[in-house]
C-alpha cells in the first residue's frame, strides 16, 4: 500500500511524456514498452490492474487456427508469430500444449481437410510447434477415453501455446516490468475526463478508493480502456475512426475432467469452436460467443445451460456435469475493432479480431481498439513507434522491454537456490519444484526470496492450506504489488477465487494471516469481510459506481443498465 500511495503522490507532482489510461492488457504492455525505452510514462487504472476484461480470457496464446476458415491469413500469421515470440521469450510461463479436435459426422469440413487445415497453420507458424497428428476415432478414444466417440469420423492434434499462471498475472508482470523501468502507475485511480491545453493533457482523476480527485498532466495521452475506450474518448472529446461492437464470453470452472495436460475443442451445435482447457487441478470449459450491448455483461441460466449440454454431450463422464458441479466462473466482453457505423450489418461471428489504433497526431492522442493477449507484444511495439513518430526521444537503439531476464540470470537463481537446498522446501501441494515456481511468478524479485529464505527459513513456510503459496511470497507481494483488496490477491495476482468454491475459499486456513500481511492487523478483518460480502464491501461499492457512470457514458447504442 505504502508503493501505491506514492505513485499518487507522484501522478500530480510532474508533467509525464505519456499517460496511459487503462491497466489491462494493452494499457500494461504499453506501459512496459515506453517506460523501458525511457519515456516518463505514467498509467492509472479504476479497478485493479487486468481487472475487467483481461482477466477473463481463456488463459491460451494462440494463433487463432480458426481465422483460417475466415481467409484472414493475414491475421493468423502475425498471430502465430506473436504467439512463437511470447513461447520464445517467456518459457517459463507461455508455453506449448496440444489441442485435440474431434470432428462428428455430417460436420461442415472432414477431419482430413481440418488436418490439412493444421499443417498448414503449423507452416504459416515456422513450424515451431510440434507437427499435427491425424487421429481415428479409434485413437481419439485410447488417448482420451472422456471423449465420445460414437458418431464421431476421427479428428486431429496440432499445437498452440497458454499460460501457465492466470491471465491476470501475466497482464501484471507487463506491469512490473514498467514499475521497475520507473513508471508511475496506480490502480483504483479513475479518469474522469481529460482536456488539452498549452499543448498538454489535463487528466482529472479520482482515487476510488477515497473520493480524492487529482490532475495529471502529459504531452501525450494513450486510451487503453478496452471496452470502455468509446466512452473515455466521448468524455475527452476525441471522435474515431473505429469503434467497438462486444461479444461475451463465459467459462464455467469444474473439478478436472481428464489427466491429460491437453485442451479438447469442439465444434458446438452451431459450429462454433469451445474449449476444455486445463487449470491446474480444475478444468475450465468455454467460452461462447454471444453479442451484447454493454461491457458490463454477466453469466446468465442460458449461458450456464449451453455449455453443459454441449460439454455433457461430448464427454463420457461417470454422472453429467451439472449446476452444483460449478466452482467459479468467468465472464467478460471481446471488444471488437469496426470502422465507423459498419459491423452491425456483417456477420457478427465472422468480425476480425484484429486490433487498431487510432491516432490523433494534432492532439497527441492514442486510442487502441480490440486486442488480444497474444498479439500484445505487437501492441506495445506500435505504440513505441507511433510515439516516436510524435517526435519525443525513445532510447537508441530501441531497448528490449520485455521478455523473462537471460538465461544467465536464471541459470544464477538456480545455482543459488540450489545452494540453499531451496526444493527441499516445496510444499507439498505444489506442482512443481518451488524454484521453478518462484522464478516463473516473479523473476528477478525472485532473488529477494533466495535472501529472506536463507535468513529466515520461516519464509519458505506454507502459509495457505492447500496451495503452493508459501509466507515470503505473501510479504513480498504486499510489499511490490499494489494489493488494494483481497479480491486483487484472489483472483488476480493469483488464481484461487476460480480454482475454490466461495465457501472453502472462506474457511481456507491461514487466510487471515494473508490478510494481516497483506492489510495490516487494522485492515485485515474489514477486507476478509469486505471480499466475502460484495454487497456492502466499501471497495467494491466504489468501483461499481464508477462503472456504471462509466457505462452511461457510452454512445446510446452501447447503453445498458448494468446488473448489481
Known amino acids: 500500500m505504502e508503493v501505491r500511495q506514492r505513485h499518487l503522490q507522484a501522478l500530480t507532482e510532474a508533467t509525464y511524456d505519456v499517460l496511459i489510461i487503462g491497466g489491462g492488457i494493452n494499457g500494461a504492455v504499453s506501459a512496459a514498452a515506453l517506460s523501458g525505452n525511457g519515456l516518463k510514462t505514467a498509467l492509472i487504472e479504476q479497478r485493479d490492474f487486468a481487472g475487467f476484461t483481461s482477466q477473463q480470457s481463456s488463459n491460451l496464446a494462440w494463433g487463432g487456427i480458426k481465422y483460417l476458415e475466415t481467409f484472414e491469413l493475414a491475421l493468423v500469421r502475425q498471430l502465430c508469430k506473436s504467439r512463437n515470440e511470447l513461447m520464445q521469450h517467456y518459457p517459463s510461463s507461455v508455453r506449448e500444449i496440444r489441442f485435440l479436435t474431434t470432428v462428428q459426422k455430417g460436420f461442415r469440413h472432414h477431419p482430413v481437410m481440418l488436418w490439412c487445415g493444421a499443417w498448414l497453420y503449423w507452416l504459416m507458424g515456422n513450424g515451431f510447434t510440434r507437427v499435427p497428428r491425424l487421429l481415428s476415432a479409434r485413437r481419439i478414444k485410447r488417448d482420451e477415453p472422456v471423449i465420445r466417440t460414437d458418431g464421431r469420423l476421427g479428428g486431429m492434434e496440432y499445437s498452440d501455446a497458454y499460460l501457465y499462471d492466470n491471465d491476470a498475472r501475466f497482464v501484471f508482470n507487463f506491469v512490473r516490468s514498467a514499475l521497475d523501468h520507473g513508471c508511475i502507475a496506480t490502480n483504483y485511480v479513475a479518469s474522469l475526463g481529460s482536456h488539452r491545453s498549452d499543448h498538454l493533457w489535463h487528466t482529472q482523476a479520482q482515487d476510488v478508493m477515497t473520493g480524492c480527485e487529482l490532475t495529471i498532466r502529459s504531452r501525450v495521452l494513450i486510451n487503453a480502456t478496452g471496452p470502455f475506450v468509446d466512452a473515455m474518448n466521448g468524455l475527452s472529446g476525441e471522435s474515431t475512426e473505429h469503434r467497438h461492437v462486444f461479444s461475451k464470453g463465459i467459462h464455467l470452472i469444474v473439478d478436472r475432467v481428464t489427466p491429460n495436460p491437453r485442451v ?17 487441478s480444475k478444468t475450465c470449459i468455454g467460452t461462447t460467443d454471444t453479442r451484447v450491448d454493454s461491457p458490463l455483461a454477466e453469466v446468465t441460466q442460458a449461458d450456464r445451460d449451453f455449455v453443459l449440454t454441449q460439454i455433457n454431450r461430448r464427454l463420457q463422464l461417470e454422472q453429467p456435469l451439472g449446476a452444483d458441479d460449478i466452482i467459479a466462473e468467468r465472464c467478460g466482453v471481446r471488444p471488437l475493432a469496426v470502422r465507423g457505423q459498419t459491423g452491425g450489418q456483417q ?20 486510442s487502441i481498439f480490440g486486442g488480444k493477449l497474444t498479439d500484445c507484444l505487437n501492441v506495445g511495439e506500435e505504440i513505441c513507434a507511433i510515439i516516436e513518430a510524435f517526435g519525443l526521444p525513445l532510447s537508441r537503439p530501441r531497448q528490449k522491454w520485455y521478455g523473462e531476464p537471460d538465461a544467465s540470470v536464471r541459470a544464477d537463481f538456480m545455482q543459488r537456490a540450489q545452494a540453499i537446498k531451496l526444493d527441499d522446501l516445496t510444499p507439498v501441494d505444489s506442482e512443481g519444484a518451488l524454484s521453478l515456481r518462484l522464478w516463473r511468478r516473479y523473476g528477478k524479485q525472485a532473488f529477494e526470496l533466495l535472501k529472506a529464505v536463507e535468513k529466515d527459513a520461516t519464509q519458505a513456510e506454507p502459509i495457505l492450506a492447500g496451495t503452493a503459496f508459501i509466507r515470503g511470497e505473501i510479504e513480498l507481494m504486499a510489499e511490490r504489488e499494489m494489493i488494494v483488496t483481497l479480491e486483487d490477491f484472489l483472483r488476480r495476482r493469483s488464481d484461487l477465487a476460480l480454482v475454490t468454491r466461495h465457501g472453502e475459499l472462506r474457511r481456507m486456513a491461514g487466510l487471515m494471516d494473508v490478510c494481516t500481511i497483506l492489510f495490516g492487523a487494522d485492515q485485515a478483518v474489514q477486507q476478509f469481510n469486505d471480499y466475502f460480502d460484495t454487497e456492502t464491501g466499501s471497495g467494491a461499492a466504489a468501483i461499481h459506481r464508477v462503472s456504471r457512470a462509466l457505462a452511461s457514458s457510452l454512445p446510446e447504442s452501447h447503453r445498458h443498465e448494468p446488473q448489481a
Open 347 to 366: 456477420d457478427f461471428l465472422n468480425l476480425s479480431r484484429k486490433h487498431a489504433i487510432d491516432v490523433n497526431a494534432d492532439r497527441a492522442h492514442l
Open 264 to 280: 479438447l475443442a469442439f465444434f458446438a451445435d452451431d459450429g462454433r469452436l469451445f474449449f476444455v482447457i486445463p487449470m491446474g
